[in-house]
């Protein structure tokens, strides 16, 4: 299994800061997760994870599947960035912008720990 491919801020578009460190593939993501493509491939249409195109394929930025599941809030999350309008590249960029108020640094990396909820309430914030 590719488990792991490292991110590429220039394939990515988006500024190198708000891009994640590695990617996996769908069938990676369905590997790691234990699932059939077409779960992986359902989950992303039910806004449970976000894969987006880079170099052609769609990925998953790999810190978002942690310990054969997926991040506990990011479905939430997904969703209330989808109801303030967010795509799935402005939302990955959400997810990735720094932010020095989040002991974490980021929302994708602070929906790991403690302060998910409060990642959520920012999302809510935005559809206001």
Excluded: C
């Amino acid at each position: 299994m590719s488990d792991f491919v490292p991110a590429d801020p220039a394939a990515a578009n988006l500024p190198g800061p708000t891009d994640p460190a590695g990617w996996l593939t769908l069938p990676d993501v369905a590997e790691r997760l234990d699932l059939s493509i077409s779960k992986v491939h359902q989950m992303i249409r039910d806004r449970e994870l976000i894969a987006v195109r880079r170099d052609g394929v769609r990925r998953v930025p790999a810190d978002l599947v942690a310990n054969r599941t997926v991040l506990k809030h990011l479905p939430g999350v997904l969703n209330l960035l989808a109801d303030a309008g967010y795509d799935d590249e402005e939302a990955l960029r959400w997810l990735y912008e720094e932010d020095p108020t989040l002991a974490a640094g980021t929302p994708a990396a602070t929906l790991a720990g403690d302060q998910a909820r409060e990642v959520k309430r920012r999302a809510q914030a935005l559809g206001f």
